[in-house]
């Protein structure tokens, strides 16, 4: 076991909090490993050329590499992948233990494509070939940019939370207004703040006023039932509302009413806490948009790794598109959640990235496949499932891929589960997955009809594909049409795939 001291400067910067948001005038610090001072060198020109301010070291062997990172605190690592006493992936294993918001990029000079995945898979930001070094420079900045939004998310949840907390511990002492009031509304005692926020020059000024006259017009009637509730069930009744002001301006506000009673027990009065929100609304439009920025990360990482499948394989180039397409629609049709389809949609863009393990010879095959080039083809699921089991998609991505191909029957592979075993999103995956693969164009056969392809599904239903998505699949394309699906029928009658699995081939 490696004997690496973490200093506390790692654990600093793990929680969130010793970097500056904004790092425009500053000199960024680039740590290099590279065993070739002229391939450091190259690179250091080439950041130049992009007016990059940057401050870079290199250095060779892992204790110069550990030393650099605690003493330099890098903002971006580049790392060659091979090294004659260091290992660029070692370097990312310690990156990612010891400064885990810092960059990693690759500048190796060859990276197949297995390689590469491998690479981001671990945790890598990018990588970059030694032949294409004009890559570099954007993909550095890209990378700062990135970590920054990263850190900014990480603050802005921190913060949220902050802010809810200090909410409920101070809700009974805190300046927010506070304002006693009859049964029926009428203020009797104001502080200071509620003066404040309603633009009275004195607290005294608002005694006599209503509590509904400081609801903007078109929440009142909502905020009458709240008063009526809280004097209903004598508990305290909390709600957002547009506030309104003496000068007509509004702004978004928590109003919290809870019932006064007497040691007897009687109903006595109304005490309102109304607190400005505007921060916390904008907080929250904030951290939407750092959700809406990571979502379209996601994303576009999941189109990058799809297309490598299609690569791979020019005769199912749009496969994946089209088979997410059609199983996202019968989602929608068998009514799931909103996860569930976004599941199903995601794992049908992933579920062939498994072949690229595959010879492309035999994906490209124009005849039959003999039982060891099956074989082999038999093994991208469990590919798949090897490449994203460890992204932290919602939901069982990895497993719907792993699954794809199973059976009700127990004739699928890899796992040859049954009926009971396959998880819903895979029943849905491959039932779509057939249909696209049928009525599209193979080396080793022409297309068939989108009608025959439906006359396989409905064969098949409740034996070896699911019959309630069977169904959903017919009735959408006849509904609908195969052209919404973007893809068109073939006119070949050839024969429609066999139920055991063991001698078809389907994308």
């Known amino acids: 076991m490696d004997r690496i001291a973490r200093p506390r400067r790692y654990q600093y910067r793990r929680a969130g909090g010793g970097r500056r948001m904004d790092r425009s005038n500053e000199v960024i610090r680039i740590l290099i490993v590279e065993d070739v001072e ?91 070939l030694k032949d294409k070094l004009g890559r570099l420079e954007p993909a550095v900045r890209r990378a700062l940019q990135e970590a920054n939004e990263r850190r900014e998310y990480g603050r802005t949840a921190s913060a949220l939370a902050e802010s ?23 203020i009797i005692m104001a502080n200071e703040r509620a003066a404040e926020l309603a633009r009275f020059e004195d607290a005294s000024e608002i005694i006599g006023n209503n509590l509904l006259d400081f609801i903007a017009p078109q929440d009142r009637r909502r905020g009458r039932r709240q008063l009526l509730e809280a004097c209903r069930t004598g508990c305290t009744s909390a709600a957002e509302y547009e506030a309104a002001a003496r000068d007509g301006t509004t702004f978004p506000a928590d109003i919290r009413v ?104 035999i994906l490209t095959k124009p005849g039959s496949l003999n039982r060891f080039e099956f074989g082999i083809i038999k093994m991208h699921p469990r590919v798949g499932w090897d490449i994203v089991k460890g992204i932290d998609f919602v939901g069982p991505v ?64 409740g034996v070896i594909y699911d019959e309630p998505a069977a169904t959903a699949c017919r009735r959408l394309l006849r509904r609908k049409g195969p052209s919404k699906f973007e893809w068109e029928p073939g006119v070949a009658q050839l024969n429609a795939l066999r139920f055991d699995g063991r001698s078809s081939r389907s994308a």
């Open 38 to 128: 002229s391939d450091a060198v190259l690179a250091e020109r080439r950041l130049k050329r992009g007016a990059l301010r940057f401050s870079m070291r290199r250095v060779e062997t892992q204790t110069a590499f550990l030393e650099q990172l605690d003493a330099f605190q890098p903002d971006v690592v580049l790392a060659d992948y091979s090294l004659p006493n260091f290992s660029g992936m070692r370097a990312l294993d310690l990156t990612r233990r010891l400064s885990p918001e810092t960059p990693f990029i690759f500048v190796s000079g060859a990276m197949g494509e297995e390689r590469a995945i491998e690479c981001l898979r671990r945790g890598a930001t990018d990588y970059v």
């Open 164 to 186: 809810e907390r200090r909410y409920r511990a101070l809700v009974e002492t805190s300046p927010d207004a506070i304002i006693l009031a009859g049964l029926e509304g009428g």
């Open 258 to 361: 809870s019932l006064i009673v007497t040691a007897e027990g009687r109903p006595e009065g109304l005490v309102a806490v109304v607190r400005d929100i505007s921060d916390r609304r904008q907080a929250q439009v904030n951290l939407q948009a750092s959700l809406a920025r990571l979502r379209s990360t996601l994303h576009q990482t999941v189109s990058a790794l799809s297309s490598v499948a299609e690569r791979r394989d020019p005769y199912t180039a749009g496969h994946e598109r089209r088979v997410a397409e059609l199983a996202r629609a019968i989602a929608s049709e068998l009514g799931l959640s909103g996860v569930q389809i976004d599941v199903i949609h995601t794992a049908a863009l992933l579920h062939d990235i498994g072949k690229v393990v595959v010879p492309a010879e």
């Open 398 to 461: 990895a497993k719907t891929i792993l699954q794809h191909h199973e059976r009700l029957d127990g004739s699928g592979y890899p796992g040859r589960l049954g009926g009971h075993e396959i998880t819903t999103e895979a029943k849905i995956l491959s039932v779509a997955d057939v249909v696209e693969a049928m009525s599209s164009h193979r080396p080793y056969r022409p297309r068939h009809s989108v009608r025959e392809a439906l006359e396989e599904i409905e064969r098949g239903a």
